[in-house]
């Protein structure tokens, strides 16, 4: 929930909104309380109050006359009974008697300091069955005013559920619309992800005609240009693969037909080095960017390593070991795995003699994911060169030549294929028998 809110902006927005609408609230109660408490309206109100109660004792009198009353009655909706010495009397049957009231004062009304009724003695009030009632001392008399009548049925309207109802029904429609108004960056994200896998024929559809349109329109024009400079680098490799190739071809032609063994045996070699270093390059080069597009099949590991040692490393296959279970089926490029293997399963045959020890391929689920490892039994790479292993054309010896070593681009392409897979490619450094190398590929790529 914590992780939804801090990268929600809709839901960021409406809380903002909300506390917002909880100080205004606030500060608007404080600013009305501080208004109703001045002295100089507590004054105004309470003057007019004590002038209405003194006109309604001046009207009634003293003895009170029952005609005053009445007529009070039926100008103003209130029902008035009055009790005393002789007489009681009801604008209302229904009127309760004195005694069923309980009167008392009132936070709000009153003589006390600070009350709206200030200046007038012998005013109490009371409450029952959701009416009002205001008694006013006439000497022995007792003059009960009720609002509304006491015919009326009071209709309590309670202030606090109806303001939190409006408040939810505020809120809900302000989060349906900050919904509403980023509903189109769902769609940009998904496609900017479309166009971040590589998929540049995604379009983002139109969301509507504001700033997020503008967003969308422009992501849209990014992907047909970024599309437009990979096809014209990809032409461009293509040509540079050409132009490089053509007279390395010339070039074994002319060994083939040379006619001293001893003189073209060497060069013949060279130019196969050259053939191979430009054909990683430029596979490198295909590989290293997060576009890479890859021929995706289902295969199964065991009989990937069968096929690649059959293919490649018939004559050491006795110096292979392989673990792993047979039924393990994954979904990657299978040529470029193949490669990616059989650079790892070189360097360890490379290091490790014939009467050395074994090499190790090592597979199985991993977590969630799948890994493979290739392990030898040679001199191990030594701590302060382990950071630099996969790098382009980096050598533990700089001294080794065809012979002794590579060109230094194998685990740096191998590097490469397992990233474009979305897994990495890392040295196990706890491995202490000589080299680990540990392909770990993500569960996307299991069948």
């Not at 500060?27 to 408490?37: D, N, P």
């Not at 290091?351 to 799948?370: A, K, L, N, Q, R």
């Amino acid at each position: 929930m914590v992780e939804q809110f801090s990268r929600s902006l809709s839901l960021r927005l409406l809380a903002i909104f909300l506390v917002m609408g909880v100080l205004f609230a606030t500060g608007s109660v404080l600013a009305v309380r501080w208004v109703y408490s001045t002295d100089q309206l507590q004054e105004l109100v309470s003057g007019h109050l004590s002038l209405h109660v003194e006109y309604v004792r001046q009207d009634i009198g003293n003895p009170p006359r029952i005609d005053r009353a009445l007529a009070i009655t039926r100008k103003v909706p209130v029902d008035i009974r009055i009790e005393g010495p002789g007489i009681d009397w009801a604008s209302d049957p229904r009127f309760p008697p004195l005694a069923d009231l309980r009167f008392g004062g009132s936070e709000v009304f009153g003589s006390e300091a600070g009350r709206w009724l200030r200046g007038v003695e012998g005013v109490t009030f009371a409450t029952l069955a959701k009416h009002s009632f205001l008694k006013i001392d006439q000497g022995p008399y007792a003059i009960i005013v009720s609002s509304p009548r006491i015919a009326e049925v009071v209709v309590e309207r309670l202030l606090t559920p109806v303001v939190l109802a409006c408040g939810f029904i505020l809120v809900l429609l302000t989060y349906l619309a900050v919904r509403w108004l980023f509903m189109p960056i769902d769609a940009i994200r998904r496609g900017a992800e479309q166009i971040g896998q590589g998929n540049f024929e995604y379009r983002i559809s139109a969301v509507r005609g504001d700033q997020l349109g503008d967003l969308a329109n422009d992501i849209n024009r990014m992907a047909s240009d970024v599309r437009q400079m990979l096809d014209a680098k990809r032409q461009l490799l293509l040509g540079i693969s050409h132009e490089l190739r053509s007279p390395l071809s010339r070039m074994k032609l002319a060994l083939e037909l040379a006619d001293d063994p001893s003189l073209t045996e060497g060069m013949r070699g060279d130019v196969e080095e050259m053939s191979r270093i430009i054909a990683t390059l430029l596979e490198a080069e295909r590989l290293n960017t997060r576009h890479a597009v890859l021929q995706l099949s289902e295969v199964g590991v065991r009989t990937l390593i069968d096929q690649l040692i059959d293919n490649y490393f018939a004559g050491n296959r006795r110096q292979i070991r392989i673990t792993g279970p047979g039924d393990l089926r994954v979904r990657v490029d299978e040529a470029r795995c193949m490669l990616m293997l059989k650079n790892l399963i070189s360097n360890a045959l490379r290091f490790t003699g014939p009467g050395d020890g074994t090499v190790s391929i090592d597979f199985g689920v991993h977590e969630d994911g799948w890994q493979i490892a290739v392990s030898d039994q040679g001199p191990g790479i030594p701590p302060q060169q382990a950071p630099l292993i996969g790098e382009p054309f980096y050598r533990g010896d700089p001294s080794r030549t065809r012979d002794t070593g590579g060109s230094g681009l194998g685990l740096y392409l191998a590097r490469l294929i397992a990233t474009a897979h979305g897994g990495t490619l890392e040295l196990d450094h706890s491995y202490r028998q000589g080299a680990r190398f540990v392909v770990r590929l993500p569960a996307s790529t299991r069948a």
